[in-house]
Structure formats: structure tokens, C-alpha cells
């Protein structure tokens, strides 16, 4: 006390070197390096003294139950697979207080340790499972996952060259005067309000309380829509009539292809470059155009990737108009795409054959269009049979991941489509509610309120995943069929790919191992439909040995920076409101005993 210096920060300073003589000790200890220096103790006031029993007591009970095999303890997951995403997504705590104890009887694994090359992982399990150590677990036979070295991020500006990448295309200037027309006859904000309440809550969903529109706002959107349906721009094709854009005989329209909405967020830098990479494995020739928001456009190198694959590019930036969600962009994009024919996807949506196939189906060539269909029962707020008329009222809704339109066939239709969509704030919450809120039932509710019959699948979709000991299946990804009942689309709704995967197969979570239609069948008829033996391992050995090409940036979470996964995302479908029980994976449930509906 002679220095000045008050007694309790003497205190802390003693006790901070107390506590590292006892990590000192303990961490000799751990590796056989014990010696009696760390034991050694110096004249200290009493409250030291029993500081430092406390201390080596806890020290000692660290040793008898191994503590430290298992640095961060076990992981919880969000649902009853063990290598679901985990409950706490924001952080993992090494050394946790829970050391020694015995896990719940939830689902998870024990993370053993985690460096820059290996994860080491132990004792996965499901939900109701007995309980696990996991200091002994992981000092037991712990699973040993390799880790892919690490991607160099790298600048990706736009690429501006446009001369030396003819793959860049330029929208015609009857394209562009097609979207100012629309742009113009679309007209103001519409000035009306939607019910008190959100569709993307069903708690809230003013559907659900029987609410509806004044009648007032009801007819100004009727009124604007006849309006538009007056002044839209008529179809561009070869012989102008009055009204039409062009002047010219030559069409603004022609060939077939198919149409992507790209982007360079982490969600569709790797998708829409496997699905790319599915179509030319299918050995698929069609066209494709990728479209891209302003400021996404690939860098240089990636462009002229995509010239070698046979993209082009197309820049949202080219046409007039502001959007102001992703939905918008994909319907626009069909409709002033160069293609008379087009088969709009989704950039999460795998084909697993060559869809072209599907331009020469009976449902498409008698109609001009084919539709699939979603799991669930139509959802329309009341008010839209009021305002589109009730034949706008179905059974059924639709799932726009996948779309095929001849537009001369289907331009009053994909008219009116522009003018919902462009005005999203109210028909999308008009035309479905939180299970699918957006764009999906627009091009449909547009055809049945012009009169206009449409191709639909006859075949359902799937619900594709893996299973727990909770549900019969947690799905990430919607299969969908070909008209003749064949799969092929795989929607990965849930689970994007991403290149965050391990270096050892043996470590990669397989997430398409049943389906609510197939069961455990599932991978066998994958195989046959793909014509690959393993259709999940070619989409792994694609991501891992092309992630850094197609997005270098280094991981969001700390579960993605693991040597195993991906951790899986997913919902139990029949936790839902509102499932569509006529569709055939539901009917096999129903025979099978469950409640469904």
C-alpha cells in the first residue's frame, strides 16, 4: 500500500495471476507436462487462498471427466435431424459451462474441435435420444471432416466490355419503346388500401377475419384495370396493326429459350451457376438469357464463362421502370425477353433432363402455356373474385419456379401480368397468403380472368428431404414433373447451394434422401431420371471443385466454416395450414393413416 496503489486493484492483479497459474497447470497437465512449479504457492492474504482451492477443485473435476475433448460442447439443432441448422445460429462458445454434463435429449452433435483444416465432430443424433457426454464422446471415436482450402476473394466488378463479349446483348430498340408503351399505360400508384392486417402472418391475415375492401377502392382497381386492358401495347409481332409499337413486319419476338434472374448476392451467386451447369449436363441446347438487377452483372472472367456455356447476359438496367422487389424482376424479364417461347426459371431450380421436352407437350401445344402446381389450396382474398371475377377462385395454386409461355398465344394475359406486378403491393397479398407471398399466381389469375385455358401439370409436386423421427419427411426442395408424370425440376426453396461444403465426402450431408411420394425410393428415381448413378454427388463434386469460381467470398457463419454439411434447412409440410390433400404425395399419406389437411 506504500506505492499508493488501492488494495483491491493489488487483489485483482494477484488473482488474474492465480488464474493463470491454474490454466498453466491444467494445460500442462493435458499434455503430460505436470510438474510441481505449477503448484507452488506464495505467502497470499486468506480470501487467495480459498480462491485458489475453488480454483484447483474446479481444475480437478475438469480433469476426472475430460473436459477439453469436447472444446464447444453440444450443438443444438433447430429440428430432429441431427445435422438440421443449429438452434443458436449467431455464435458457438468454446469451453462451455456445461462441460462434463450430460446433453438433453435433443437433436445435435458434439463439435470436439474446429481449426483451419479439420472439424471433428461426435455423437449425432436425433430428437428423444438418449442423452450423450460429449467429453467422452469426442474422446472416443470423434468423425474427422476435411476442409476445402480457403477461396481468395477477389475485386468482381461489371464487366463493361461489351465489344469484346458479344454474349452481352443490348435490348432492341422496339423492345425498349415496347417497355416505355408499358410503362406508360400502366399509369399511377393505384390509391387504394387492402384490408387492415398481413398476409404474411396467417394470425394477422385479414382473410382469416373476414375483412374486405371498401367498396370504393374496389372499383378503382376494377376501373384501372379495364383501363389498362384498353391501352396496353398490342402484341409485337410481324404485321402492325394500330396500337402496336413496332411499325414493322419483322417481330420483336422469336426461337425458344430459357430465361434466368441472376444476382450476386451469396443466395444466387452459386445457384443459378449449377443450374446452368444442369442444363448443359442434360445436354440441353436451348438458348438461355440470365438477367441481372442493376450493379449485379458478373465480372469479366465469369461473362465470358458464360459465352462458353452458350448465356447470354441482360441488364435490368436497359429498360425503364423501377422495381422494387426480386419477385418483379422474373416476370418482366419473361415477357420482354427476345424468345417468342420461353420457360422462365427459377435460379435455385435444377433441371435433371433436358426440358425441351416440354415445348411439344399436348398441355402446352393446345394452350400456348403450361403451369405447375404448389402443395396448397388456393388462397385468394375474397375481394379478388370481386374484382377478377370468380372464376379466379380455385382449388389449386400455382408454383412459379418453373413456367413455359408462347407469348402470341398468351400477350392480352402477360399484358395484364405486367400491370399486377407492377403494382405487387397489392396483388400479390390479393391473390395468396404467407405460403408463397409474391409473384406465382399472378400470370395465372391473369389467364383465368381473361378466359384464357392454360396447361397444368397433372402431376403434383413432391416434398423432397430427409427424414426425422418427428415427421415423415423435413423437406428442402420441391420436385416437379413432366406433363407424362416423369420428375424434372428440383426447387431447392430451402437450403440454397452455396459453396460452403466439406473436402471429404464422407462428411457432406446428403439432404435428398426422401420424398413425401417416394420415400426411400427417392434416390433410386432421382438416378433414373438424371441417367447419373448419384445425381446428390455430381451436384457436390460441382460445388466443390468450382465454389471458389463461382463465389469467392468467404463464410457468413460459423457453421458454414465447418468440415461438415451443409446443415440442412427444412419444414414438416403438414405443420401447415391450407395442403392441397387432392395432390398425390398427400393421398399416399392418407393411406398410410395420417391426418392431413
Known amino acids: 500500500r506504500s506505492t499508493g496503489t488501492p488494495p483491491t486493484q493489488k487483489m485483482g492483479r494477484t488473482h488474474h495471476g492465480v488464474r493463470r497459474a491454474l490454466l498453466k497447470c491444467y494445460y500442462d497437465f493435458q499434455s503430460r507436462r505436470c510438474n510441481c512449479t505449477c503448484l507452488c504457492l506464495v505467502v497470499l492474504p486468506l480470501p487467495l487462498v480459498f480462491a485458489f482451492f475453488r480454483g484447483a477443485k474446479l481444475v480437478a473435476s475438469m480433469i476426472l471427466t475430460g473436459c477439453g475433448a469436447s472444446h464447444y460442447g453440444f450443438i443444438c439443432a433447430a429440428h430432429c435431424h441431427p445435422y438440421a441448422l443449429p438452434l ?74 461489351t465489344t469484346s463479349h458479344k454474349n452481352i446483348i443490348k435490348p432492341s430498340k422496339t423492345m425498349i419503346n415496347l417497355a416505355r408503351a408499358f410503362s406508360k399505360s400502366r399509369g399511377t400508384d393505384l390509391g387504394v388500401s387492402l384490408p387492415a392486417g398481413t398476409r404474411r402472418d396467417l394470425l394477422k391475415d385479414f382473410v382469416m377475419y373476414d375483412r374486405r375492401m371498401s367498396h370504393v ?56 451457376w449449377v443450374v446452368l ?32 456455356m452458350g448465356v447470354n447476359i441482360v441488364s435490368f438496367a436497359d429498360f425503364p421502370g423501377k422495381m422494387n422487389n426480386r419477385f418483379m424482376y422474373k416476370l418482366v424479364a ?16 435444377i433441371p435433371l433432363r433436358d426440358p425441351t421436352e416440354l415445348f411439344e407437350s399436348e398441355q402446352y401445344v393446345s394452350t400456348g402455356s403450361l403451369l405447375w402446381m404448389d402443395f396448397w389450396r388456393g388462397s385468394s382474398a375474397p375481394d379478388c373474385q370481386t374484382i377478377l371475377g370468380n372464376a379466379t377462385a380455385l382449388r389449386h395454386t400455382h408454383e412459379s419456379g418453373q413456367m413455359l409461355v408462347k407469348k402470341s398465344r398468351t400477350w392480352d394475359a402477360l399484358a395484364l401480368t405486367f400491370f399486377m406486378n407492377s403494382h405487387s403491393e397489392f396483388f400479390y397479398p390479393l391473390t395468396v397468403n404467407y405460403m408463397g407471398l409474391g409473384d406465382k399466381e399472378i400470370f ?98 460441382l460445388i466443390l471443385n468450382r465454389r471458389c469460381f463461382f463465389d469467392d467470398r468467404p463464410a457468413k457463419h460459423w457453421y458454414h466454416k465447418l468440415a461438415h454439411g451443409p446443415f440442412l434447412e427444412g419444414f414438416h409440410i403438414m405443420d401447415h395450414y391450407n395442403v392441397n390433400t387432392d395432390l398425390r404425395a398427400f393421398q399416399a399419406l392418407i393411406r398410410q393413416g395420417y391426418s392431413v389437411g
Not at 402484341?235 to 402492325?240: I, S
Open 88 to 161: 443458436v445460429k449467431s455464435h458457438v462458445s468454446p469451453n462451455p459451462a456445461t462441460c462434463g454434463k450430460l446433453s438433453t435429449m435433443a437433436a445435435g452433435y458434439c463439435l470436439c474441435n474446429d481449426n483451419d483444416t479439420t472439424t471433428l465432430i461426435a455423437a449425432p443424433k436425433g430428437c428423444g435420444t438418449k442423452p450423450v457426454n460429449c467429453e467422452r464422446a469426442c474422446a472416443g471415436n470423434p468423425i474427422v471432416g476435411q476442409k476445402p482450402l480457403d477461396c481468395v476473394p477477389r475485386p468482381r466488378p461489371e464487366c463493361k466490355d
Open 277 to 308: 451447369h444442369a442444363i448443359r449436363r442434360a445436354k440441353s441446347k436451348l438458348p438461355i438469357q440470365l438477367w441481372f438487377p442493376v450493379g449485379e452483372t458478373p465480372d469479366c472472367v465469369r461473362i465470358a464463362e458464360l459465352e462458353r
Open 444 to 541: 395465372s389469375t391473369a389467364l383465368l380472368h381473361l378466359g384464357l385455358p392454360y396447361g397444368l401439370v397433372p402431376h403434383g409436386p413432391d416434398h423432397v428431404g430427409v427424414r426425422t423421427n418427428m415427421a415423415v419427411v423435413m423437406g428442402n426442395t420441391m420436385l416437379q414433373h413432366s406433363p407424362d408424370g416423369s420428375p424434372m425440376f428440383m426447387h431447392t426453396n430451402l437450403g440454397k447451394p452455396t459453396g460452403w461444403v466439406p473436402a471429404s465426402e464422407s462428411t457432406y450431408v446428403r439432404r435428398w434422401q426422401v420424398s413425401l411420394e417416394r420415400g426411400t425410393d427417392f434416390p433410386a428415381a432421382l438416378a433414373e431420371a438424371t441417367g447419373v448413378e448419384d445425381f446428390e454427388m455430381w451436384y457436390y463434386r
Open 217 to 272: 377502392d374496389v372499383d378503382i382497381v376494377k376501373r384501372r384495370i379495364e383501363k389498362f386492358k384498353r391501352e396496353a401495347p398490342k402484341y409485337p409481332g410481324g404485321g402492325f396493326e394500330p396500337g402496336g409499337v413496332t411499325g414493322v413486319d419483322t417481330p420483336a419476338f422469336s426461337g425458344r429459350g430459357i430465361v434466368i434472374v441472376g444476382g450476386s448476392a451469396p443466395k444466387y451467386a452459386t445457384s443459378y
Open 334 to 349: 419473361m415477357i420482354f425477353s427476345s424468345f417468342e417461347e420461353v420457360l422462365l426459371l427459377d435460379s435455385d431450380n
